[in-house]
């Protein structure tokens, strides 16, 4: 699992969102053919890893409980095991980590950066699983109302490194982990543009950097797009983030995406 995060190319994480609100329909099972689906047309197009999400960390998003979240997620997880990629499971509740762990999961995104209770144990009791810590400022449902930075670069990067110093002190290894600063989670259209222009300087970290800007708001905001126009510009912020040093890129759409990496890496191993 450790080379996924030694990979010389860039990766594509790609999303699959288990949320009853990710689907057009209403029953489950439809809903699990639904998803299963998009499994193999993310494989078809070149993933590199699934992230499985039962919980919308969306702004205002409501809290789902841990049996309706393992009852989403572990199927998928197993699914995505089955057909041979890597996948990672978005969840910062200790009992799916631990469930998603033992499906077979190569990966943690924790938006909340192993803070909920239990959490760093459950990470810490693996030898091998990769972990995601991220930077948000305050809780999903309030996030947006009015974040406020002296110097978000500085303090995104100073709550990383405290994270990353937690984490080894219980035994999780630095090779085994991987950084975001969390695009849209507690931050302004300034704060994030910030972000990303000085992405670069999240270098001295010395971890790989995962970036998720996807179709969030702040691409909407800059383009004027609505969710469903989002495209072209998610594909360009990633670029830019690659650019910037960033390692692996969270994104809805896998095929232009894949192909934009694979010009940035001819670009990238020219003479
Ligand atoms: C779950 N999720 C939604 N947005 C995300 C982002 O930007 N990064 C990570 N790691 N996870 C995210």
């Given at each position: 699992?450790?080379?996924?995060?030694?990979?010389?190319?860039?990766?594509?994480?790609?999303?699959?969102?288990?949320?009853?609100?990710?689907?057009?329909?209403?029953?489950?099972?439809?809903?699990?053919?639904?998803?299963?689906?998009?499994?193999?047309?993310?494989?078809?197009?070149?993933?590199?890893?699934?992230?499985?999400?039962?919980e919308?960390?969306?702004?205002?998003?409501?809290?789902?409980?841990?049996?309706?979240?393992?009852?989403?997620?572990?199927?998928?997880?197993?699914?995505?095991?089955?057909?041979?990629?890597?996948?990672?499971i978005?969840?910062?509740?200790?009992?799916?980590?631990?469930?998603?762990?033992r499906?077979?999961?190569?990966?943690?995104?924790?938006v909340?950066?192993?803070?909920?209770?239990?959490?760093?144990?459950?990470?810490?009791?693996?030898?091998?699983?990769?972990?995601?810590?991220?930077?948000?400022?305050?809780?999903?449902?309030?996030?947006?109302?009015?974040?406020?930075?002296?110097?978000?670069?500085?303090?995104v990067?100073?709550?990383?490194?405290?994270?990353?110093?937690?984490?080894?002190?219980?035994?999780?290894?630095?090779?085994?982990?991987?950084l975001?600063?969390?695009?849209?989670?507690?931050k302004?259209?300034?704060?994030?543009?910030?972000?990303?222009?000085?992405?670069?300087?999240?270098?001295?970290l010395?971890?790989?950097?995962?970036?998720?800007?996807?179709?969030?708001?702040?691409?909407?905001?800059?383009?004027d797009a609505?969710?469903?126009?989002?495209?072209?510009?998610?594909v360009?912020?990633?670029?830019?983030?690659?650019?910037?040093?960033a390692?692996?890129?969270?994104?809805?759409?896998?095929k232009?995406?894949?192909?934009?990496?694979?010009?940035?890496?001819?670009?990238?191993?020219?003479?």
């Amino acid at each position: 699992m450790k080379e996924l995060l030694q990979s010389k190319s860039p990766l594509v994480m790609g999303i699959l969102n288990t949320t009853p609100d990710s689907f057009s329909d209403g029953g489950s099972y439809v809903r699990k053919d639904i998803a299963l689906r998009r499994i193999e047309t993310m494989i078809e197009e070149g993933v590199d890893i699934i992230d499985v999400g039962g919980e919308s960390t969306r702004p205002g998003a409501q809290a789902v409980s841990e049996s309706e979240e393992l009852v989403r997620v572990i199927p998928m997880v197993e699914a995505v095991v089955a057909a041979g990629k890597p996948v990672s499971i978005d969840t910062s509740k200790a009992l799916v980590m631990q469930e998603a762990i033992r499906a077979g999961a190569s990966m943690i995104n924790d938006v909340r950066a192993l803070q909920e209770e239990g959490a760093l144990d459950a990470v810490a009791a693996s030898d091998e699983v990769l972990i995601c810590l991220m930077h948000m400022q305050g809780q999903p449902r309030s996030m947006q109302h009015n974040p406020h930075y002296d110097d978000v670069v500085t303090e995104v990067k100073s709550f990383l490194q405290q994270r990353v110093e937690v984490c080894q002190k219980v035994g999780i290894n630095s090779d085994r982990i991987c950084l975001d600063p969390g695009f849209g989670f507690g931050k302004t259209l300034q704060h994030n543009c910030e972000l990303m222009k000085h992405l670069d300087s999240f270098k001295e970290l010395n971890l790989p950097l995962l970036v998720g800007v996807s179709r969030k708001t702040m691409i909407g905001n800059i383009l004027d797009a609505d969710v469903n126009n989002r495209t072209n510009g998610s594909v360009v912020a990633a670029m830019y983030a690659l650019t910037k040093g960033a390692k692996i890129v969270r994104v809805h759409d896998i095929k232009p995406t894949v192909e934009a990496v694979k010009l940035f890496c001819a670009f990238e191993q020219a003479k």
